[in-house]
């Protein structure tokens, strides 16, 4: 759903949320996209935060605990820079905007056919699929995890998807704010023991030609600063990361060791136009050594609730790490 911000870039949306993988005869890996729409939170959701989004629901939409406008629109909470007069709150009652509750719930959905979306692609519904060639999972931490990592290899990439944590948002319901792992965001949709699900994705990788393996990236665009902003503009500028991966793809991308993986070192990603000061783009690339150790006993307690069905591999990944992060 991104709209690149860099000359001569385009997205191509296959799917949002889903993917069903195969590998094809070439060894490679190829996804596609089972699904017939498009889903996600309504509240946030904006012609700044995501224009194809808003382009995409002109209509054949099915909406769910939004407010309703007087003249039988939908809204809710940031679609635009304040409430229109006359809504009904998601509850039916009229909103009252200086009462301390929302219009629309937190976790208010909206869902639209995939077709409608600007940037499908025209390969969408081929069952044949499209290759792979990056593997990018991305949580959401106010601090600690950088802007983007990459693995070393396919072992440390599926490391890095099974640590895969974020600061919960109301989506997840419960407590907002805690740090809550989601292995290879595949948390709520994994139909077996997620130790196993682990395991698979490493017999997996080990029967392959490693040359053929997708490379794994973590990303983290909600990194902010110690007066709570965030660093990274996020959105559409989110396609210099991805420059960068795919340079990393082809051979070309510059990085630099850190104990959690590869980062790009200065100057690697594009920044032009952004006015980033040099300090945040420091910061939001930074691995925190100190920091990372008070992640471990998280990561122990997280692997230990998986108890015999957690590969021997993922201990030892930890242990890497933690000597990694002690040199």
Same mark, same amino acid.
């Given at each position: 759903?991104?709209?690149?911000?860099?000359?001569?870039?385009?997205?191509?949306?296959?799917?949002?949320?889903?993917?069903?993988?195969?590998?094809?005869?070439?060894?490679?890996?190829?996804?596609?996209?089972?699904?017939?729409?498009?889903?996600?939170?309504?509240?946030?959701? +904006?012609?700044?935060?995501?224009p194809?989004?808003?382009?995409?629901?002109?209509?054949?939409?099915?909406?769910?605990?939004?407010?309703?406008?007087?003249?039988?629109?939908?809204?809710?909470?940031?679609?635009?820079?304040?409430?229109? &007069?006359?809504l009904?709150?998601?509850?039916?009652?009229?909103?009252?905007?200086?009462?301390?509750?929302?219009?629309?719930?937190?976790?208010?959905?909206?869902?639209?056919?995939a077709?409608?979306?600007?940037?499908?692609?025209?390969?969408? /519904?081929d069952?044949?699929?499209?290759?792979?060639?990056a593997i990018?999972?991305?949580?959401?931490?106010?601090?600690?995890?950088?802007?983007?990592?990459?693995?070393?290899?396919?072992?440390?990439?599926?490391?890095? &998807? +099974?640590?895969?944590n974020?600061?919960?948002?109301?989506?997840?319901?419960?407590?907002?704010?805690?740090?809550?792992?989601?292995?290879f965001?595949?948390?709520?949709?994994?139909?077996?023991?997620?130790?196993?699900?682990?395991?698979?994705?490493?017999?997996?990788?080990?029967a392959?030609d490693? +040359?053929?393996?997708?490379q794994?990236?973590?990303?983290?665009?909600?990194?902010?600063?110690?007066?709570?902003?965030?660093?990274?503009?996020?959105?559409?500028?989110?396609?210099?990361?991805?420059?960068?991966?795919?340079?990393?793809? /082809?051979?070309?991308?510059?990085?630099?060791?850190?104990?959690?993986g590869?980062?790009?070192?200065?100057?690697?990603?594009?920044?032009?136009?952004?006015?980033?000061?040099? /300090?945040?783009?420091?910061?939001?690339?930074?691995?925190?050594?100190?920091?990372?150790?008070?992640?471990?006993?998280?990561?122990?307690g997280?692997?230990?609730?998986?108890g015999?069905?957690?590969?021997?591999?993922?201990?030892?990944?930890?242990?890497?790490?933690?000597?990694?992060?002690?040199?």
């Open positions: 759903m991104m709209v690149p911000t860099l000359p001569g870039w385009k997205v191509e949306t296959l799917g949002d949320d889903i993917a069903w993988m195969h590998f094809g005869d070439d060894g490679r890996l190829y996804a596609i996209n089972p699904e017939n729409g498009i889903f996600g939170v309504a509240p946030g959701t +904006s012609r700044g935060t995501n194809n989004a808003l382009d995409t629901m002109w209509g054949n939409c099915i909406f769910t605990n939004v407010a309703a406008t007087a003249d039988g629109d939908v809204w809710w909470e940031n679609l635009t820079p304040s409430a229109p &007069g006359g009904t709150d998601w509850r039916g009652r009229p909103y009252a905007p200086g009462a301390g509750e929302p219009a629309a719930h937190p976790n208010a959905r909206f869902t639209a056919p077709g409608q979306c600007p940037s499908i692609a025209p390969e969408w /519904e069952p044949a699929g499209v290759p792979i060639s990018v999972f991305g949580g959401r931490r106010a601090r600690n995890a950088p802007l983007v990592t990459a693995a070393r290899d396919w072992r440390h990439g599926v490391f890095l &998807g +099974s640590i895969l974020s600061e919960t948002t109301a989506a997840a319901g419960g407590a907002v704010g805690r740090v809550r792992f989601d292995p965001a595949m948390r709520p949709f994994c139909g077996y023991n997620m130790g196993d699900y682990m395991a698979h994705w490493l017999e997996m990788g080990a392959r490693p +040359s053929r393996l997708p794994i990236f973590w990303v983290n665009w909600f990194r902010r600063g110690d007066d709570g902003r965030f660093l990274w503009p996020g959105f559409g500028d989110n396609c210099r990361v991805l420059r960068w991966i795919v340079e990393r793809v /082809e051979g070309r991308g510059e990085a630099v060791e850190t104990p959690l590869l980062i790009p070192p200065p100057g690697a990603l594009d920044l032009s136009g952004l006015g980033i000061p040099p /300090e945040d783009m420091a910061e939001i690339l930074s691995v925190d050594r100190q920091a990372w150790r008070g992640e471990l006993d998280l990561i122990r997280h692997f230990a609730s998986f015999e069905h957690l590969p021997a591999a993922l201990w030892e990944e930890l242990a890497a790490l933690e000597e990694r992060l002690e040199a």
